[in-house]
């Protein structure tokens, strides 16, 4: 077996917020979206990102890119820590980090066609003549599965899936190495997310590409990932082969995540496991595991004391005390 390499290495990455109290004269607050978290990503692989809204999926795969700066932490892109850029020399690796977002008709700007939106970002970052990025911007289009004939439609001419599809073609216009996958078919229709996901998976064989992917649907995670990583309240919970942490979830909040999906099987079910108490506000982190206030197997040592991710059987690691 071919030795991995990381592509991405986040090392201790958090990202803090400043609000405002809501009471008059009340004291800003600090909401902890992302909350020292290490991981890394290998070249060529889909690492799936799952966990309630409001965990810090998001946040973590714009500091990944930059379109966010990290409040502490080293993000190593392929052997260089693009958190220390400055904006001038972070330009020079943008065309190779890029992004698919949630939704398909507020991300593309309504008053430019589909040709305009896919190849502006080869007008920004090339040289290239308005023929030679026309021609390259059909050549997207055919390769997203668009006629050459929808390329001077406007945005609202066109369907929810196709116009992620015009996403996605505008992602690989700069012919990138790594792209966030933003909840790529949240906002889609069940018949038309299945299409969408196969188009992502051939576009990462067809161009070598290594995604982040980040989702609610657990199914669909399973189905593209490599590996899955589980976050809480802006940390990392669990990290595992997508077989395995779907057959041996470890981490208590995995269990329950998992024993959520829809089970078809009548006679083998999985026993539901419901969690009580609401999650804790981001700007008010429980003290310890910042899952204890949820969590079913709750010990006094767990509230003074924050896990570690440890591995605790090869590629699989939780971070839990349960198995310290």
């Known amino acids: 077996m071919a030795e991995q390499i990381p592509l991405i290495e986040a090392r ?5 917020f400043i609000s405002k109290s809501h009471r008059l004269g009340g004291d800003k607050l600090i909401v902890k979206a992302v909350n020292d978290v290490s991981f890394d990503i290998m070249k060529n692989e889909t690492l799936g990102l799952v966990g309630e809204s409001g965990c810090g999926k998001s946040t973590t ?29 972070i330009r020079g690796v943008r065309k190779e980090l890029q992004i698919i977002f ?4 507020s991300s593309l700007n309504p008053r430019m066609t589909c040709l ?25 289009l055919n390769y997203v599965g668009l006629p050459k004939q929808y390329a001077l439609r406007f945005p609202h001419e066109f369907s929810g899936g196709q116009r992620q599809r015009i996403g996605i073609a505008r992602a690989l216009a ?14 889609l229709d069940v018949s038309v997310q299945s299409q969408v996901l ?3 998976v051939k576009l990462q064989e067809e ?38 942490i779907y057959e041996k979830p470890l981490h208590p909040y ?33 003290s310890g595991c910042p899952f204890h206030t949820r969590c079913r197997f709750c010990k006094k040592e767990c509230s003074e004391a924050k896990p570690e991710l440890k591995e605790v059987s090869p590629g699989h690691q939780v971070a839990c005390l349960l198995y310290e």
Do not use: W
């Not at 970002?121 to 059909?138: D, F, N, Q, V, W």
């Not at 700069?174 to 906002?187: G, H, M």
């Open 207 to 244: 161009f070598n590409l290594t995604y982040l992917f980040i989702a609610h649907g657990l199914n669909v995670v399973k189905y593209i990932s490599d590996r899955v990583g589980v976050m809480y309240l802006g940390s990392i919970m669990e990290m595992a082969g997508s077989e395995e």
């Open 61 to 89: 795969g714009r500091l990944l890119i930059r379109l966010l700066e990290p409040t502490s932490g080293s993000i190593i892109y392929d052997g260089r820590d693009i958190a220390q850029y400055s904006n001038r020399e």
């Open 198 to 200: 196969n188009l992502i």
């Open 116 to 140: 305009d939106i896919i190849t502006e970002p080869l007008l920004i970052h090339t040289k290239m003549s308005r023929t030679e990025r026309t021609e390259a911007g059909y050549e997207l």
């Open 254 to 286: 995995t269990q329950s995540l998992i024993s959520a999906i829809p089970d078809t099987d009548v006679e083998n079910k999985r026993q539901r496991v419901i969690l009580e108490g609401d999650v804790p506000s981001p700007t008010n982190l429980p």
């Open 12 to 16: 201790h990455l958090s990202k803090h």
């Open 174 to 187: 700069l012919k990138p190495k790594f792209i966030v996958c933003d909840e790529p078919v949240s906002a």
């Open 102 to 105: 949630q939704d398909p008709f």
